[in-house]
């Protein structure tokens, strides 16, 4: 999911020089199912490979603030304003976890967010898409949110000690996005038929762009076995694809809509196998041309612009005060 | 522990937009207290342009949901760690003591409270 980037860049192979025991003795502590902490002995690729994916996962955290963000001012209660500034403050949170982790790793903080602001950074595919109704900051929450949740909850068991640690934080706090959008969709499934068919409106523009957040096929996937082996990675996109398939399809059921996919049918292991996924989208919206790629990170880059004086305030009101300290 | 990599403040122009991008202000680590009689535990970092921002920040990023009572921030470039290479050799010497261990030694069973 939040390694969907990678596809274009495979990490470098583990040079010749790296010492074969040192290498036996790291895939021995994996195995044996111990966290690498960060100033541990590790491959120069897995070192990549994380620094990728969890910056990756914090730059998805900071830009999955602006779709719902926008719903802040026009939110239909107080209650749901409320609610909504708590899911777009704890994604901010989120994104703070995982640089400060991804910072463990060698990297600093401000080439991560040179990394975002440049358009060099990958962030998931899932916060290119507009939402155009209230309907879909309640999709959102319980579709994005819910497939972010079948992928971050493996992770917390993740073979990186600040990562998986990172990710239990993330993973208490996200069942309640999940819940208040399935919530909010439940409220909108219940009200007049206007709202019903902006649910549903809402359902059928997300349920795509949701399936392809798991990334592309295991077939197609070839970073996949090496993720695996160091357990960065611990079910593959097909596996997890499913079960959030499994998981969902009853619940849009409950809510009485329906999944905008013709040949969604249920096999005779009660799995729910689901028609083919247009990856030529997914493509398209991964290298860029999204609907919404550039306005997330044009508004990104202003947000960064407009908070420069905050940062030279604060660095101004610090020296005042170590000074005032002094004398 | 978490090198940090100087930078200078440079102008940088990403769009239409031309922007500074700062050094990064120190990195704190963040111990919070559950409640009163616990001891306070470390649970991430943060970086803040002084030690009252820190703790302000600390709050915001690890304390949405009333889990502390109390928080420490510490800059991370003051903790002295062990090594972790050095962890066999360093922390070896209480190996063979199990006799430190009140399971080492074996009382008969009547006698009672001990």
């Keep these: 999911m939040y390694t969907q980037g990678l596809l274009e860049a495979p990490p470098k192979a583990a040079s010749a020089v790296e010492d074969s025991e040192r290498m036996a003795h790291f895939q021995a502590r994996i195995d044996a199912e111990e966290k690498i902490e960060p100033k541990d002995w590790m491959p120069e690729a897995y070192r990549q490979t994380l620094i990728r994916q969890i910056s990756q996962h914090a730059h998805s955290e900071i830009v999955g603030m602006l779709p719902e963000g926008h719903w802040i001012s026009r939110a239909p209660s107080l209650l749901r304003k409320s609610i909504l500034i708590a899911k777009v403050q704890d994604e901010g949170g989120h994104g703070a976890y995982l640089y400060s982790a991804a910072e463990t790793l060698g990297i ?50 993740c073979s990186y000690g600040p990562y998986a640690r990172a990710m239990v934080r993330v993973c208490k706090e996200e069942s309640f996005h999940q819940r208040q959008g399935y919530h909010a969709m439940l409220s909108l499934a219940r009200g007049t038929p206007a709202q019903q068919r902006m649910a549903q409106d809402a359902l059928n523009r997300w349920w795509w762009p949701a399936l392809m957040m798991f990334g592309p096929p295991d077939t197609a996937s070839q970073h996949t076995a090496l993720s695996v082996r160091w357990k960065i990675k611990r079910f593959t996109n097909d596996e997890l694809r499913q079960k959030f398939v499994d998981f969902t399809v009853p619940q849009a059921q409950f809510l009485g809509l329906t999944v905008p996919d013709a040949q969604l049918h ?37 947000a960064h612009a407009a908070g420069a004086w905050v940062r030279e305030a604060a660095i101004a009101h610090a020296a005042k005060r170590a000074a005032r300290a002094v004398a | 522990m978490r090198p940090s990599v100087p930078r200078v403040q440079s102008l940088k122009v990403y769009g239409a937009i031309a922007m500074t991008l700062p050094q990064d202000w120190a990195l704190y680590e963040v111990f919070v207290r559950a409640k009163r009689g616990l001891d306070h535990k470390h649970v991430g970092s943060l970086h803040a342009a002084d030690a009252a921002m820190a703790i302000e920040h600390a709050r915001d990023l690890y304390t949405r949901r009333q889990e502390g009572v109390s928080l420490w921030v510490v800059k991370s470039a003051d903790i002295v760690a062990s090594a972790p290479e050095d962890a066999a050799a360093f922390f070896d010497p209480a190996e063979d003591k199990i006799y430190r261990h009140p399971t080492f030694y074996d009382i008969p069973k009547d006698v009672e409270t001990l």
């Design chain 1, 108 to 157: 600093a903080r401000s080439e991560l967010i040179e990394q975002l602001l440049s358009g060099r950074a990958k962030y998931s595919s899932i916060f290119n898409y507009p939402t155009p109704t209230w309907a879909d900051v309640a999709a959102i929450g319980w579709l994005v949110d819910g497939a972010a949740i079948m992928n971050q909850v493996p992770l917390c068991r």
């Design chain 1, 266 to 302: 249920q096999d005779e292991d009660g799995h729910y196998q689901t028609g083919p996924l247009d990856w030529s989208e997914f493509n398209a919206v991964l290298k860029g041309n999204g609907p919404c790629n550039a306005e997330r990170i044009a508004e990104r880059r202003e």
